[in-house]
T-cell receptor
Framework: DSGVTQTPKHLITATGQRVTLRCSPR?????VYWYQQSLDQGLQFLIQYYNGEERAKGNILERFSAQQFPDLHSELNLSSLELGDSALYFC??????????FGPGTRLTVL | TQLLEQSPQFLSIQEGENLTVYCNSS?????LQWYRQEPGEGPVLLVT?????EVKKLKRLTFQFGDARKDSSLHITAAQPGDTGLYLC?????????????FGQGTILTVHP
């Protein structure tokens, strides 16, 4: 158990819908990262927050957005969903230094 | 984009065999990490290598960082079914993208009893 929690574990929805994925980082970790893992693209960085502020952006679509709240939990919002958005979405947190601790992921299926 | 190329993509071996997985780039890394991911779980950090030529051991796993810091390898001795999983190499970004990880495509290892 990494100490990072993600909900829900599985999510099945239809094209055009909007979903919210939630992440609670390890206690005391200020940085949260979101990654997307798909068969064709592998594991790709989406966005990073540090203590409530956006720190870095990767290959995140404009239909996707994220935020980090004062209690440090983070949400990833995916809208106007397409079939190609089906993937595993991971959240990771770090206290700083080298290690990133990944949550168990949310498996999103868009039908 | 500084890509990481991993090989082989798939590896299926019998218990007790040895194997090596490679991670290469055309760019120099400041550091490189190896992760293992099991089905239904997130990646778990195995090791970070920083110095060119560095060798680190984790039980039956040996990690090596190339002298020029452009490549790395993971060697598993006497593989066991519990070693089955996806092995990923990753580099950490610095500067304004501090901490962001860029991953290789991974090597899917299956160890048969």
């Amino acid at each position: 158990d990494s100490g990072v929690t993600q909900t829900p574990k599985h999510l099945i929805t239809a094209t055009g819908q909007r979903v919210t994925l939630r992440c609670s980082p390890r206690s005391g970790d200020l940085s949260v990262y979101w990654y997307q893992q798909s068969l064709d693209q592998g594991l790709q960085f989406l966005i990073q927050y540090y203590n409530g502020e956006e720190r870095a952006k990767g290959n995140i679509l404009e239909r996707f957005s994220a935020q980090q709240f004062p209690d440090l939990h983070s949400e990833l919002n995916l809208s106007s969903l397409e079939l190609g958005d089906s993937a595993l979405y991971f959240c990771a947190s770090t206290p700083g230094g080298n290690a990133q601790y990944f949550g168990p992921g949310t498996r999103l299926t868009v039908l | 984009t500084q890509l990481l190329e991993q090989s082989p993509q798939f590896l299926s071996i019998q218990e007790g065999e040895n194997l090596t997985v490679y991670c290469n780039s055309s760019s120099v890394f400041s550091s490189l990490q190896w992760y293992r991911q099991e089905p239904g779980e997130g990646p778990v950090l195995l090791v970070t290598v920083v110095t060119g030529g560095e060798v680190k051991k984790l039980k039956r796993l040996t990690f090596q960082f190339g002298d020029a810091r452009k490549d790395s390898s993971l060697h598993i001795t006497a593989a066991q079914p519990g070693d089955t999983g996806l092995y990923l190499c990753a580099r950490r970004a610095g500067g304004t993208s501090y901490g962001k990880l860029t991953f290789g495509q991974g090597t899917i290892l299956t160890v048969h009893p």
